[in-house]
């Protein structure tokens, strides 16, 4: 599948508001590839394709991690709405043909994000997080000017966010979420003890 027809599966799929959602990171994700020297067509596919399994209902996402063996952590079994990213991949594989191991990962870490991303996984977590039509989150406008500076800034204060809203809620925080904040953290403070 090409990325047109990839756009217009995702609009049959999504609601209107997901689908604005999606475009918003397809733009944003091919933009932050231009700034950083990525492929800009592979961002836009790992973009338009990152919420691909979002639609799916909690039971919906177990049972399909169930018939394709996809691995449940206890963290997943408490938010079971963590595995649309990961159900995502196996998604963007069969449904829509990406074999680009790249992808996968990018579409497979877009929530949790993990320690030492790769630059594309770093373009969706963060594109995610800043496409503009996401309601307003704290210092949201000083994480977008950041990642158009320092996409690992960006990322550090996207984590640090997520775990400062996180404790204010009930929610589990699953392992690589914090596994992907003390990374960041010990990344952002060795750079600014250097500079
Ligand atoms: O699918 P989207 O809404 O576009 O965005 P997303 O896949 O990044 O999901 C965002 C939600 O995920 C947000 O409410 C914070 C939550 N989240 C991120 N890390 C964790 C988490 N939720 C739990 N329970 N545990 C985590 O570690
Ligand atoms: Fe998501
Ligand atoms: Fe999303």
Same mark, same amino acid.
């Given at each position: +599948?090409?990325?047109?027809?990839m756009?217009?599966?995702?609009?049959?799929?999504?609601?209107a508001?997901?689908?604005?959602?999606?475009?918003?990171?397809k733009?944003?994700? !091919? $933009?932050l590839?231009?700034?950083?020297?990525?492929?800009? +067509?592979?961002?836009?596919?790992?973009?338009?394709?990152?919420?691909c399994a979002?639609?799916?209902? $909690?039971?919906?996402?177990?049972?399909?991690?169930?018939? !394709?063996?996809?691995?449940?952590?206890?963290?997943? +079994?408490?938010?079971?709405?963590?595995?649309?990213?990961?159900?995502?991949?196996?998604?963007?594989r069969?449904?829509?043909?990406?074999?680009?191991? $790249?992808?996968?990962?990018?579409?497979?870490y877009?929530?949790?994000?993990?320690?030492s +991303?790769?630059?594309?996984?770093?373009?969706?977590f963060?594109?995610? !997080?800043?496409?503009?039509?996401?309601r307003?989150?704290p210092?949201?406008?000083?994480?977008?000017?950041?990642?158009?500076f320092?996409?690992?800034?960006?990322?550090?204060?996207?984590?640090e966010?997520?775990?400062?809203?996180?404790k204010?809620?009930?929610n589990?925080?699953?392992?690589?979420?914090?596994?992907?904040?003390e990374?960041?953290r010990?990344?952002?403070?060795?750079?600014?003890?250097n500079?």
């Amino acid at each position: +599948m090409n990325l047109d027809q990839m756009v217009d599966a995702i609009e049959k799929l999504q609601s209107a508001k997901r689908f604005k959602h999606s475009l918003g990171v397809k733009d944003v994700a !091919y $933009d932050l590839a231009l700034i950083y020297g990525y492929d800009t +067509m592979k961002a836009s596919i790992a973009a338009i394709l990152h919420d691909c399994a979002k639609h799916l209902s $909690d039971d919906e996402l177990i049972g399909q991690c169930n018939i !394709y063996n996809l691995p449940v952590s206890k963290y997943e +079994m408490q938010s079971k709405f963590l595995l649309h990213a990961k159900v995502g991949a196996l998604y963007a594989r069969k449904l829509y043909g990406v074999e680009d191991e $790249d992808i996968l990962d990018a579409i497979t870490y877009h929530t949790t994000g993990r320690p030492s +991303m790769t630059l594309l996984e770093k373009i969706i977590f963060t594109a995610d !997080y800043i496409e503009p039509n996401r309601r307003p989150i704290p210092r949201l406008n000083t994480i977008r000017k950041e990642a158009y500076f320092n996409l690992d800034q960006a990322v550090y204060i996207i984590l640090e966010n997520t775990l400062d809203y996180l404790k204010t809620t009930n929610n589990v925080i699953d392992e690589m979420t914090i596994k992907a904040y003390e990374y960041y953290r010990k990344l952002i403070e060795a750079s600014s003890i250097n500079s």
